[in-house]
């Protein structure tokens, strides 16, 4: 019975979550247009950017496309400013990807795109409503990092 009043509250916030990305779809739908990024390029700027760098080999895994494929995807990444390659400090005959500056900053407004009216539907409600929403949210926060801990920690080196 409690499992079946868990599931439960589990859909309903996963609807509510789902309504509100389509009320905030619209805003976050700018940069992502902006960039002129293909779908696969978006994929590499996003796994870069959550590990901080990433060799060849990863991302090449977490495509599944043939290393020229990734090289051809990674190239124009370059061309556009948005990666860099650098040797591995560990292993020099790795070559990791890394965001630039201005692949850091595109990422960011992709990511962040829709805080602006996210931060004004906020702004409508009580102190005492954001306490509530602020501690769900960090409950949230830290469950999906511990999540995200157990997956690295199951995945082959």
Do not use: C, W
């Amino acid at each position: 019975m409690a499992e079946d009043v868990r599931d439960r509250l589990i859909a309903r916030i996963m609807d509510t979550q789902r309504r509100l990305q389509y009320l905030f779809a619209h805003d976050r739908s700018n940069p992502l247009f902006d960039a002129h990024l293909t779908m696969p390029q978006l994929k590499i700027l996003l796994v870069v950017a959550a590990g901080g760098g990433s060799s060849g080999q990863e991302l090449q895994r977490f495509m599944g496309v043939s290393l020229a494929t990734l090289t051809g995807i990674v190239d124009r990444l370059v061309a556009h400013d948005l990666v860099i390659r650098q040797e591995d400090p560990h292993d020099r005959r790795v070559r990791r990807v890394a965001l630039t500056p201005h692949g850091r900053d595109t990422v960011d407004r992709i990511i962040m795109a829709g805080a602006e009216r996210q931060a004004r539907v906020l702004r409508r409600m009580t102190a005492e409503e954001l306490e509530t929403i602020a501690r769900a949210s960090e409950l949230l926060a830290d469950a999906a990092e511990e999540d995200a801990a157990e997956e690295r920690a199951a995945q082959p080196s």
